[in-house]
């Protein structure tokens, strides 16, 4: 692993140790459905985040100009035009969620529009040398976050003070992009310099945005569906770990794949033992959760959780393992097929997600369905990854990648 790849895997590594002082936070003093709550207004901000995006990000990495500061610039001015047209869209999810209807819509907006600009933030420093900003954009947001919360449980307040930490914590991240947005760098040197050659996105704008958008309604549904089937508290013990254990296929994907597409000079390690070691580990916090449910660490509010450990620890590994081989269609040039298959194995775990809404389904318990969506999407994500694996390198990036 090259300086870079080092740098995002250790900060990266603190932001998830920062993730889940967080979660321990939020499971010992904020009960099941004031996590339900937060989780589906923060999952409707994100829904709408990845739309808006419409992969943006890995555009950004992929697609290097001259000017990293011009293409960050850019790519947050079209962003932020996708943003004010999907309003509606996501004006239709909080509508669907059941819940109080502006001031959920108010606070999807905040943080969906304080995420959309930190996640730009830092795509544009893995293509810059500075690696204390590179580190710092990481960290900063999720330490800001947990600090807030800190202080709303020594006040004792109620689960919207969830939201506010998630807002302050985006926000923090968005600032790196400030100066970018507003032409306040002093110049625009300090850049690597780009591999347009080796690595390309050579997709469409529209088959980009239905790709996210394929992504992010999967995302959104699994928890709009629990909170519309099975209640506030049932939401609660399935997001609680999966908001942690869904970490490592993202930490996978940004400390391996995205320092590879933003860096494809360097040299890279077979990214089977990578996904193999995030599957590892999150099969490990399974393991601890279900111990501190069993020794009463945790409240026994959150009992029902113990169902959902192990299907989301399956699930998510099998998503780290995909996630290393991300770059693939990049580098390869099959970054359309790559969308195609990814559309249509996400369609097929949206009809098990939405399957109890038929008549001859809607007996299923919460656990069988969990298992049945995770079953499916293990299965989708190994097909991914098997065929990513497989893929040929261009020659430009074969003679630099063992």
């Known amino acids: 692993m ?6 995002v895997a250790l900060s990266s590594a603190v932001a998830f140790a920062l993730q889940i002082a967080l979660a321990l936070l939020m499971l010992r003093y904020f009960s099941p459905e004031e996590v339900g709550m937060f989780s589906v207004i923060s999952q409707i901000g994100f829904f709408w985040t990845t739309l808006a995006l419409a992969q ?8 290097q100009g001259t000017s990293v500061l011009e293409d960050a610039r850019l790519a947050w001015i079209a962003s932020m035009q996708r943003f004010v047209w999907l309003l ?8 669907w969620s059941g819940l109080s209807f502006i001031n959920t819509l108010l606070w999807a907006l905040l943080l969906s529009l304080c995420q959309l600009t930190w996640m730009l933030a830092q795509s544009m420093r893995l293509r810059m040398v500075n690696l204390w900003g590179l580190a710092s954009v990481r960290v900063l947001p999720p330490l800001t976050t947990l600090l807030f919360v800190g202080i709303a449980v020594l006040f004792s307040c109620d689960g919207t003070a969830l939201l506010s930490a998630a807002l302050f914590g985006y926000a923090t991240g968005a600032i790196w992009l400030l100066p970018t947005i507003f032409h306040l760098h002093p110049s625009s040197t300090g850049h690597r310099p780009t591999y347009s050659g080796f690595i390309n996105d050579d997709r469409t704008t529209s088959l980009r945005i239905g790709h996210a958008l394929v992504d992010a309604l999967l995302a ?10 099975y209640g506030a508290e049932e939401t609660g013990w399935m997001t609680a770990p999966l908001r942690v254990m869904g970490f490592f296929p993202a930490l996978t994907h940004t400390a391996w794949a995205q320092v590879f597409m933003a860096q494809p000079q360097h040299a890279r390690t077979n990214s089977l033992w990578i996904g193999l070691g995030g599957f590892a580990i999150v099969l490990i916090l399974s393991a601890a ?3 501190s449910l069993k020794v009463g660490w945790l409240n026994s509010d959150w009992q029902g959780t113990m169902f959902y450990l192990l ?9 780290c393992i995909s996630a290393t081989y991300s770059h693939r269609p990049f580098e390869s040039h099959f970054a359309n097929r790559y969308s195609w298959l990814c559309m249509g194995i996400a369609t097929i775990q949206g009809g098990v997600l939405l399957a109890p809404f038929i008549s001859a389904t809607k007996s299923i318990t919460p656990i069988t369905h969990i298992w049945l969506f995770t079953a499916t999407s293990g299965f989708g994500l190994l097909v991914i990854a098997y065929w990513l694996a497989n893929l040929s390198p261009s020659p430009e990036v074969s003679r630099t990648e063992p």
Request: aromatic share 6%; net charge positive; with cysteine.
């Open 311 to 319: 299907p989301l620890a399956l699930w998510q590994g099998c998503a």
């Open 56 to 63: 943006t990000p890995l555009q950004l990495l992929a697609n």
């Open 2 to 7: 090259n300086i870079s790849s080092k740098i």
């Open 88 to 95: 509606p869209v996501a004006a239709l999810a909080v509508w």
């Open 220 to 229: 959104t549904a699994i928890i709009l569906v629990w909170q519309r089937l």
């Open 289 to 291: 959760g279900a111990i």
